[in-house]
């Protein structure tokens, strides 16, 4: 029996084992918290304490809009509690609870604290880390890892996740995480979504939330998982905001700047962000490629410096007017503009068996770039009654601009001196935008003993992509060459879901949904008069199961299918020439990729995680790399493996040395084989890896804060490829003057200038390796001040929607 069909079995024997643990009827407890001035009071604690003895007996936390709902089976005296910071504790009247009462609370409200935001926030040296069904909850609010950060190297010390050095992001060894801000996706390219990350700080973050398997409220798009930020929110009427300014140096200098406004007043709530960030490094590359050739082995040193510099300026704002107490209305507006200037100088030396001489050849790659990108969503939401009926509606829609243009120079030469040298020029002009539409409709409603969650999506995208190739030999005119290309992109989803989640007993709870999607795809290569079509409907489904054990011992199952559709731009059948020897081309013919994944995560003292999972990929996207052995060229291209494998263990492990020093610490080992043919060849490859990362945040004397991170990737392959191991060691210090608003703080990155990567590629006619490092090592120097005026607030974010801008590049 295959794996993946055991593995089901397995889930499924579980299910209907718990089937025989269906407690009594429920009894379910309602209210929503409001604050003195009529406002609502989301995430405030809700706990039903027994009058005999004090203790707690169920409990909830309220959401956005200050509902709650408590659902029971047990018998007691007892009371509602509600306590949340800023406010007094509340408590009701006693009242008896037993199995099928229904007790609507209605509307409870809490008082204001004798205290403002001149208060001083207590912080721990390390978040907290709650464990529900469906995610990994890492709260950051008020900790070190929270202070002179940014919000992608939050995201970089979560569990299971590793940063690399693109700024690419990867959950338990896999690439294709879906990032979402306050329940809406980032919408952007995986190199505009680490320049956004960059530009955040992250004492604006609340929370992130880490989903290794989503539910079938999610988009099904993004095989590795999705990762969602919340940011801070507050309650009442006032002002507060940041701003920042610093930069960084790694031998250029790097400025970054950015400021944070928030502003409520009655049923109005308004927020802005600007960001100026400004990216620069310099990659040291050096590969050696070797070609078999009828003589004997032909030999090509290459040594390229690649000087890169990103400046993105970004803009997101966003206004809710509260209708009544149970519907809003909300705009969100994000707007962006960027531009990037690379050089790359390489000469490469070629050794030819039996020929004396050297040939030498001389390049020098110039490109710059720049676009922009507008996003707007109109948002509803209403809370249809008090038992958790809620409606939201989102409309989407995104418009981006991208060029670029590059001139790529060569000259080629034998022997030590250049007489005879031939030149030659290559111009390309890369012009893409992209227009892309959506729409949802989300319906939440208690049912029966549980929830049920229900919707709508659909989406509509269209890119035009023009790639226009000029040489020109010598000092000659330059003429079209025949790899020019105008390629035009349409896409259609329509998506539907329906999710159940309830309890089988007290301590077993679940959640099951499935979701549908139909695509509809055409990709049209207008100068190669070639149209490539796909039509197809999926079907997604996700199982949740959360046992309680105990109080200090929890395990949590979980199962799902995924789809990772191609890049539009991987799609056009391009050819793009990064030097003379290397070009990359596109894949009319890229097929989705589908993943079957689950996980076991066990959660010991609500701290720490064992957790094993698998995943099944087919026709999973890969890079490809092939050889013209008598040109002596090599052509990259992203194309389907017909099967890959991961599984995965993971241990996270906090330990507080002291009361001022706490470490979170994890261990992470992945096994991954992958198997396809490629050309003529068979690939059948498979190895275990390892990861380690060590944080250590320590309360210095005086109000400083040191935080040192130490990370470990042990070898590993990916697809043809091999990489060696490598690690590196980062460290900050912060300091909070002027009554805590204002805090600097200085960080070193690759402290030891070891974050080196070293990988080859040795497979059929290939021999290939290369050296690289991006000028890790950097000071970063940070300066942040915090303002307010009147009482905090909350502003209610739109949830927008759609994955399609993920997949821009």
Known sequence: MKTTNLLFLTLFSYLLGMSNLAAKDLSKISGKILDQNGQAVPYANVALIAVNDGHLVDGAV????????????????????????????????????????????GELTVHDEATGLDEVTVSSTRPEIIIEPDKTIVNVEGTVMAEGSTALDVIGRSPGIYVDQDGIINLNGRTGVVVMINDRQTYMSATDLANFLRAMPADNIKSIEVINNPSARFDAEGSAGVINIRLKKNTVDGMFGNVQAGGQYNGYWAPIAGVSLNVKKGKWSTNADLNYNHYANLNELDIERNFDVAEGVSNFLQESRIRQRNKNLFFNGAANYEINKNHNIGINLQASDFDNTTTNPSLTEIITPGVVDKTYLDSYNDSKGGGNRFFGNLHYGGNLDTLGTKLTADFDFTRMNSGSESLLSTTTWTGEDQVD??????????????????????????????????????????????????????????????????????ENVLAGYASYKGKFSDKVSYQAGLRGEYSNIEGNSVTLDQINTQEYFNLFPSAFIQHKVSDNYQIVYNANRRITRPNYRLLNPFVYYIDPLTSERGNPNLKPQYSNNFEMNHVVKGAYQFTIG???????????????????TTTTFTDNFDK????????????????????????????????????????????????????????????FKLEVVGMYLGPQIWGQGELEGFGWVDAGVTKTIMKDKLTIAVNGTDLFRTQVIKAKVDFADIDSSFRQYRSNQGVRFTLRYRFSKGESFRVNKSSGSAEERNRLN
């Open 421 to 490: 040298a031939a030149r030659g020029r290559l111009n390309t002009v890369n012009d893409m935008y992209y227009n892309i539409f959506t729409a949802k409709v989300d319906f939440v409603k208690p049912l029966g003993k549980g929830t049920l969650e229900t919707g709508v999506k659909g989406s509509w995208v269209m890119s035009d992509n023009n790639l226009d190739l000029t040489l020109a030999i010598e000092d000659g005119p330059f003429e079209p060459t025949p790899n020019s290309n105008h390629f035009i992109y349409h």
């Open 614 to 632: 698998y995943s099944e990929t087919s026709d999973a996207f890969n890079q490809v790399f092939i050889q013209d052995d008598e040109e002596r």
């Open 644 to 703: 890959t494998r991961n599984a995965n263990f993971r241990a996270m492990v906090p330990v507080q040395i002291r009361q001022w020093w706490g470490t979170s610490n994890m261990l992470q080992v992945n096994y991954n084989r992958y198997k396809s043919q490629i050309g003529d060849d068979y690939l059948d490859t498979e190895q275990t890896s390892f990861m380690v990362r060590s944080q250590h945040n320590i309360n210095l004397p005086k109000g």
């Open 62 to 105: 309220s959401d956005e809009n200050g509902l709650f709902l408590i659902e029971s089976a047990k018998t007691a005296q007892v009371k509602v509690v509600i306590s949340s910071i800023g406010f007094k504790p509340f408590e009701s009247d006693p009242f008896e609870l037993k199995p099928g009462t229904i007790k609507e609370m």
